[in-house]
Every structure is written in C-alpha cells, then in structure tokens.
C-alpha cells in the first residue's frame, strides 16, 4: 500500500504487504531527517534517520528515501505486521536551528 | 539506563491548581526539551534546555514554567492553566547540546487535563 503525501492520513495495508508511508518536507535547508512511530498513549519511538548527504539508509525491516530535489521523504516497511499499527511522524530538523520540526503524521492500519 | 521518563503518567488538575511534570534520563545527554502534543496532531516544541540552560523559548505562556535542577532531570511547573492546555506533555532528550544535530529520543508522555 501506498499514501500520496500528506493528503491521505491512513494507510490500510494487508498484514505480509510492504507499506509506503510519504512525506512532503518543507524546508529546503533541512540537515537531517527522522522517522518516529507513536503508538496510542505512549510518545514517539525513533525508528530510524537520514542525513541530508544520503538517499538511502536501511534498517531492520524498514527503509528510508531521500529525495532532497522534491523535497520527498519515505519510509518503506516490509512485510507489515500488526505490531506495525501506529502512527508515523517524519520529522526534519536544521543544524542551524536545532528545531526539530513535525510532520502532520500517517495513520498506519494492518488488517489480517 | 537508555530511556526517558516521565511522572506522572496521568495528571488532572483545576484551573487555580498549580502543579509539576517532572522529566528524568540517565544517558549523559546534555539537552532536554518539552513538547506539547494535542490529539491527532503532532509535538509542538516549548522548550529546550541545552547544559542546564534555557535556550529555546517558544513564546509559551508564562503559566508553564520550566525548570532544569541538573543535567538528568527536567521539571514543568503549571500553574493557573486554561482547558485548552490540556494535552499530552512530552519529554526528550538528544546527546549533545543544542546545534549539535542529534536524535531526540522521548519519553512516554504526561497526559494532562485541566477541568
């Protein structure tokens, strides 16, 4: 399953399926680049981060893309599991400032 | 100790109330932050504590009041609080100091309701 952007807030993606969630960045000066996953009731969870010098960065199960030209940031994760079901927040930050700014988050939902 | 934690988990307080969120990580890391996270929505960012000291502000009203006692701990103190500032009140830390570019990892969060 794929979300084109910030315009669809859930991802219904088949338990086994790879799920693509997308994010529109707005900050063309923007150093460094983190995807956290927030479950219900509890606070975001680092999964894994980008540099701007990067396109791909690889983790256990999930993949970031890095399109710096559009602005573009994705997280691929593979073979989707229940455990998946959250919500994702990409989020960049500026050396200069150190401000940590957040995306509007995806809803991630696995069915059986 | 590789995590951030936070007191109380649930808190729910009058308008005249004055009450504290306290913060605490043991990971050595040298700035902590306090964010504010309304329902279906993401942080926002209050403040930033970098080697015990306020750095960042973010034009946040002066009933919330931070605190930074040393280089773990990281208090909230509330006091004459609106119902719109009910939320969930996020803690998280980074290794280095502000500039330095870190990851920030977060702590479970206080749910807070004013009444």
């Known amino acids: 399953g794929e979300n084109v952007g910030l315009h669809l807030p859930t991802l219904s993606v088949q338990e086994g399926d790879n799920s693509i969630i997308n994010c529109a960045y707005s900050?063309?000066?923007?150093?460094?680049f983190i995807w956290y996953k927030q479950e219900s009731g509890k606070g975001p969870q680092f999964i894994i981060d980008?540099?701007?010098?990067?396109d791909k960065r690889q983790g256990q199960r999930v993949t970031v893309l890095l399109n710096k030209t559009v602005k573009h940031l994705s997280l691929q994760i593979a073979a989707t599991q229940p455990g998946d079901s959250a919500v994702y927040f990409c989020?960049?930050?500026?050396?200069?400032?150190?401000?940590?700014?957040f995306g509007t988050g995806t809803r991630l939902q696995v069915f059986p | 100790d590789t995590e951030v934690t936070q007191t109380p988990k649930h808190l729910v307080m009058g308008m005249t109330n004055k009450k504290s969120l306290k913060c605490e990580q043991h990971?050595?890391?040298?700035?902590m932050y306090w964010y504010k996270q309304k329902a279906k929505k993401p942080p926002e960012l209050m403040f930033v504590?970098?080697?015990?000291?306020?750095?960042i502000n973010e034009s946040v009203p002066s009933r919330f009041s931070p605190e930074c006692p040393n280089s773990s701990l990281l208090n909230l103190h509330l006091h004459a609080l609106q119902p719109e500032d009910s939320a969930l009140y996020l803690c998280?830390?980074?290794?280095?100091?502000?500039?330095?570019?870190?990851?920030?990892?977060f702590g479970p969060g206080t749910r807070l309701t004013v009444l």
């Open positions: 998280a830390s980074s290794p280095g100091g502000l500039g330095a570019g870190d990851t920030q990892y």
């Open positions: 900050n063309s000066a923007s150093d460094y």
């Open positions: 980008i540099r701007s010098n990067m």
């Open positions: 989020a960049e930050l500026s050396y200069n400032t150190d401000k940590l700014i």
């Open positions: 990971m050595g890391h040298r700035a």
């Open positions: 504590y970098s080697y015990e000291k306020l750095s």
